[in-house]
């Protein structure tokens, strides 16, 4: 699938996640938002919160400041939530994987593939940004 998440995002400086290089694309920065929402909500949904859905606004948080510090601070927040995503799944007994999440249609099975899933798209937009700087 290429290089992963953390690979592509190395070299990525505020100015160039803050950009849109593409017209009505989201930038690289709304994207590792996005990209931390929905680790937390899959995290939350292991321990039992039922999260139905998210508004817009909870979904690609907007970005406020667009400092090399603010950036810094959400590479830490997806850090520290991708491994509070890894530690909720490393509680799951394997039993539990064939269960439906709570207030969805879903297995475990399914909405874990779906995070992976969706991180690994997210970082080839990622990664197809970064080639329109």
Known sequence: HGLALWEILSDVTSQQAFAKPLTGAHSIWEIVNHITVWEAVVGRR????????????????????????????????????????RDAISTLPDARLKEIVLGQTYSFYYMLHGVVQHDLYHAGQIAVLKKGR
């Open 46 to 85: 292991i321990k039992g919160e039922v999260i139905s859905g998210l508004s817009p606004d909870q979904d690609w948080p907007a970005v406020a400041d667009s400092s090399e510090a603010a950036w810094q601070q959400t590479l830490t927040k997806l850090e520290r939530g991708n491994h509070e995503l």
